[in-house]
């Protein structure tokens, strides 16, 4: 047995013990990630280096990084070497690019298979085929189809959510786009009022992913719902975070995204 730890000691200290445990790491249980964009503003902010669970949601057929070269085939046929665990509707979610793999974003995931999304000039609407948390019958809501849709659920638990004005508000590139008959993921559609709305029913085993800064963020409602094959995991801390003027936020690191939720909710209702 002692022979059989000096050998896995010295395998461990070597070179190549030291690249297959970091390549294990990396493949298997947690990998970086740089937020690089403002889709996700309050919640994360550009500049927070973290750490991708990469086992939340099953273990996704491992690849290079930076080279995202697959080093074994998909044998499930679904992106994962190990299935597991599906995205919950109000996960943040890091994902591939169903329309250009090699590439990462993070987003929240607002809506499962068999939910139904409306997008007014308002915002966000939510009808849910199943039961939720997240359903509240004292909300903002509308019908459509025949079915309740609730406004934005997730925008009174997660402190991040917000509707910034832009000069080109989402709805208002969504209206463009559809206008000039350029393809969009969702369907223009009059509500019972008259006015425009675009309207998505995700399917089985795919997600809705939204940012948290509602209108400034290229998401699910101009490509598309995400399959659970592009699922990646979700974050789980923040090692290092810095502003534009490379300003270290001391505040933010080793924090995990949970907390950071929860004390910005916690000074929303205060205030």
Do not use: C
């Not at 987003?107 to 999304?117: C, H, L, T, Y």
């Amino acid at each position: 047995m002692k022979n059989i730890f000096l050998k896995l000691y010295a395998f461990v200290n070597s070179w190549v013990g030291t690249i297959v445990i970091v390549l294990g790491v990396i493949f298997f249980v947690a990998q970086a990630f740089v937020i690089p964009s403002g889709s996700m503003l309050n919640t994360l902010l550009i500049g927070d280096n973290l750490f991708v669970k990469k086992f939340s949601y099953g273990i996704p057929t491992p690849t290079i990084p930076w080279l995202e070269m697959q080093v074994l085939p998909d044998f499930n046929k679904n992106g994962h070497l190990i299935e597991g665990y599906r995205p919950k509707r109000g996960d943040i979610v890091i994902f591939r690019d169903p329309n250009a793999p090699k590439i990462h974003f993070v987003k929240r995931n607002v809506a499962i298979g068999g939910d139904e999304i409306l997008y007014t000039k308002e915002g966000l609407w939510v009808y849910f085929s199943s039961d939720s948390n997240y359903k509240d019958t004292n909300a903002k809501s509308l019908s459509f189809g025949g079915k309740t849709f609730y406004y934005d659920p997730y925008a009174k638990r997660h402190a991040g959510v917000q509707y910034i004005d832009e000069t080109l508000s989402a709805f208002e590139q969504l209206r463009i786009l559809s206008h000039n008959g350029e393809k969009i993921a969702m369907e223009s559609v009059r509500l019972a009022n008259g006015a425009l709305g675009f309207h998505a029913v995700v399917r089985e085993d795919e997600y809705f992913m939204m940012g948290d800064n509602r209108n400034n963020s290229s998401d699910s409602r101009f490509w598309g719902a995400v399959p659970y094959r592009y699922i990646v995991g979700k974050p789980w801390f923040i090692y290092f975070s810095w502003d534009d003027a490379f300003n270290i936020r001391w505040e933010r690191i080793g924090k995990s995204v949970e907390s950071l939720e929860k004390q910005a909710l916690e000074a929303r209702l205060e205030s």
